[in-house]
T-cell receptor, first 108, second 113 residues
Framework: RKEVEQDPGPFNVPEGATVAFNCTYS??????FFWYRQDCRKEPKLLMS???SGNEDGRFTAQLNRASQYISLLIRDSKLSDSATYLC?????????FGAGTRLTVKP | DVKVTQSSRYLVKRTGEKVFLECVQD?????MFWYRQDPGLGLRLIYF???????EKGDIPEGYSVSREKKERFSLILESASTNQTSMYLC????????????FGEGSRLTVL
């Protein structure tokens, strides 16, 4: 079993749709949780951290469920520019584990 | 802004060649990492370094070595390249105290023929 698992997608949604990604992790000692965004042929960049109480940044909402060991990312009112691969990252300090990524395509 | 620079965006090498991948960061970060990224497998950690001349093995160190002679520079070395090392290589850095955010270079796409 992989340490961090994501649905690879692809998710193809129309503009304006709401889309949600989940990510499960196996190490219950994990302390840090993030979502990264990776555009085609580019490096990953931090989208947002995920906090225990959940957090929101504009159209993006991240949630953490420690009991079930998963994190989620909700994107509301999808834009064409949201098309990318979203990477779930879980771990602690120097031991960060990456999911394989979920590919999202937002279509006009 | 943090800048992590990888020396080569694209390389094509032959089996058995020695390959050097260079990474330089300009934010005085203590920690530097080398990952490889393959379709369906995500990013896998090869080596990391938390200080000059210090290095730690990641999940897949076999076939690789690293060098950190200066704080800003972390090099990945393939002593004898093989076709299964064809991949995208990503360097990253993070500072102390660490928020956990990794700053990545643009990547080096290596093809071994």
């Amino acid at each position: 079993r992989k340490e961090v698992e994501q649905d690879p997608g692809p998710f193809n949604v129309p503009e304006g749709a709401t889309v949600a990604f989940n990510c499960t992790y196996s190490n219950s000692a994990s302390q840090s949780f993030f979502w990264y965004r990776q555009d085609c042929r580019k490096e990953p960049k931090l989208l947002m951290s995920v906090y225990s109480s959940g957090n929101e940044d504009g159209r993006f909402t991240a949630q953490l469920n420690r009991a079930s060991q998963y994190i989620s990312l909700l994107i509301r009112d999808s834009k064409l520019s949201d098309s990318a691969t979203y990477l779930c990252v879980v771990g602690q300090y120097n031991d960060m584990r990456f999911g394989a990524g979920t590919r999202l395509t937002v279509k006009p | 802004d943090v800048k992590v620079t990888q020396s080569s965006r694209y390389l094509v090498k032959r089996t058995g060649e020695k390959v050097f991948l260079e990474c330089v960061q300009d934010m005085d970060h203590e920690n530097m990492f080398w990952y490889r990224q393959d379709p369906g497998l995500g990013l896998r950690l090869i080596y990391f370094s938390y200080d000059v001349k210090m290095k730690e093995k990641g999940d897949i160190p076999e076939g690789y070595s690293v060098s950190r002679e200066k704080k800003e520079r972390f090099s990945l070395i393939l002593e004898s390249a093989s076709t299964n090392q064809t991949s995208m290589y990503l360097c990253a850095s993070t500072g102390l105290p660490s928020s956990g955010e990794l700053f990545f270079g643009e990547g080096s796409r290596l093809t071994v023929l």
